[in-house]
C-alpha cells in the first residue's frame, strides 16, 4: 500500500486533455468544481451528476472520474464497482470530507485512484486531477502524513486510542441518537456494559461529551 | 447585506459569492473555521456558514455566532441528512439549506428566509 501513498510534486504532462466526469451530491460544490476544471486547458469536463447511479458513465466515456465520498446513497464500494463496470477505462480520484487516514485507506482498497480533501486549492486539484489521469496515485499530502505517521507509531498493531470493534459499534449507535438503554437492547448488552464500553471511548477520544462523539463518528466516516 | 461566510472548500467560494449576491448578500469576508472573536469584530449583517466542517457541535457554533451578532441574518447549510434544524433553528438560525439544493433554489430559499423572517429546506428536518 505504501507505494500509492504518494502526492506528487509535479504536473506530469499531458497529450490530450483530460475528460472528466464530476459527480458531487453538492450541487452547489459540483457546479463549481465544474467551473474550476473547466478553466485548464488540458481539462474537458464532460459532464455532472448528482451520483453514480444518475451519471451516464458508458455514453460520456470519461477518462477520470472525480466521486464525491460523501454524497451518494449507496455503499462507496458499490458506486466504485458500479465505476468500474460501466467505465472501465477511467481512473478514479475520490473528493472527501474526511482527512482521517483510514477514511482514505477504505477509498483506496475499493479501487479508488487518488483522495483529495475538498478544502484543497484550485491550483492543487489540477495537479491531482493530472496526476491521477496519467496514472500516478494521488493522496493529499495531509492525509498521507497521517499514514506515515501511524505507520511509525507500529504498523499492524492497535494503538492505544484505536477502538475496538465493540467500541466503533456504541460510537455508530450514538452518533444515531440512541441512548444506552437503546444500545444495550440493541446489542444484546447490560446496560452497566454499554456505559463501560463508553467510558472507553470517551478516554481514547479524550473527550466528555456523546455529542462529541457522534461528531468524531460522522467525522471519521463511522456513521 | 454584508455577508461573512465560514466555508473551508475554498474552490467552492467564487461560486458561492456569485449565488448569493444573486440573494443580495455580498460576501465581504470569509473564514476557513469558526471564529467568533473574527466575526464579531466583522459585524457582518448577514452569516452563512457551512456546518459540516465545524470542530464544534453546529447548534453550539450556531448560537455562539448569534450571541455574537444577536440581529444578524444567520444561515446554516449542512449536507447531513437529519441535521436537526430544529437543534439550529432554536439556536438562531435564520436558514437552514441543504447542500443538495442547486444554485435556483438557494437564492430563492434566501431570498424567502429574508422576507419571512425564516426558512428550512426539508431534507435537512
Keep these: 500500500m505504501l507505494n500509492t501513498i504518494v502526492a506528487t510534486a509535479t504536473t506530469p504532462s499531458l497529450t490530450k486533455p483530460v475528460r472528466v466526469l464530476v459527480i458531487e451530491g453538492q450541487a452547489l460544490f459540483g457546479k463549481a468544481l465544474c467551473q474550476v476544471l473547466a478553466s485548464d486547458s488540458d481539462i474537458e469536463v464532460v459532464g455532472d451528476s448528482d451520483c453514480v447511479a444518475n451519471a451516464p458513465l458508458r455514453r460520456l466515456r470519461p477518462d477520470l472520474i472525480v466521486l464525491d465520498l460523501d454524497g451518494h446513497n449507496q455503499e462507496f464500494s458499490e458506486a466504485m464497482r458500479t465505476c468500474r463496470e460501466l467505465a472501465p477505462q477511467a481512473k478514479v480520484c475520490v473528493l472527501s470530507t474526511h482527512v482521517q487516514p483510514e477514511v482514505m485507506q477504505r477509498c483506496l482498497s475499493a479501487g479508488a485512484d487518488g483522495y483529495v480533501v475538498k478544502d484543497i486549492l484550485p491550483a492543487e486539484l489540477m495537479r491531482a486531477v493530472k496526476s491521477v489521469a496519467s496514472g500516478h496515485p494521488y493522496v493529499d499530502p495531509r492525509v498521507a502524513g497521517g499514514v506515515l505517521k501511524r505507520r511509525s507509531n507500529g504498523f499492524g498493531r492497535t494503538a492505544q486510542n484505536e477502538l475496538s470493534v465493540r467500541e466503533t459499534e456504541i460510537i455508530r449507535l450514538i452518533a444515531r441518537g440512541m441512548s444506552n438503554k437503546e444500545i444495550s437492547a440493541q446489542l444484546h448488552l447490560s446496560e452497566k456494559t454499554v456505559k463501560n464500553h463508553i467510558s472507553r471511548i470517551f478516554a481514547k477520544l479524550n473527550i466528555t461529551a456523546r455529542t462529541q462523539a457522534a461528531v468524531h463518528a460522522i467525522k471519521t466516516g463511522l456513521a | ?125
Excluded at chain 2, 455580498?26 to 457551512?50: G, K, M, Q
Design chain 2, 1 to 125: 447585506m454584508d455577508s461573512y461566510v465560514v466555508e473551508p472548500q475554498s474552490l467552492f467560494i467564487p461560486y458561492l459569492s456569485d449565488v448569493l449576491a444573486g440573494a443580495e448578500l455580498r460576501v465581504v469576508r470569509v473564514a476557513p473555521t469558526l471564529d467568533v472573536d473574527d466575526i464579531r469584530a466583522s459585524r457582518p449583517e448577514a452569516l452563512f456558514v457551512d456546518t459540516d466542517f465545524l470542530d464544534v457541535d453546529p447548534a453550539d457554533a450556531v448560537s455562539a455566532m448569534r450571541a455574537a451578532l444577536p440581529r444578524a441574518f444567520i444561515c446554516a447549510y449542512t449536507d447531513r441528512q437529519g441535521a436537526r434544524a430544529d437543534r439550529l433553528r432554536f439556536a438562531g438560525a435564520n436558514c437552514v439549506l441543504s447542500k443538495r439544493s442547486g444554485p435556483g433554489e438557494i437564492t430563492d430559499a434566501l431570498l424567502a428566509a429574508r422576507k419571512r423572517g425564516s426558512f428550512t429546506d426539508p431534507r435537512c428536518d
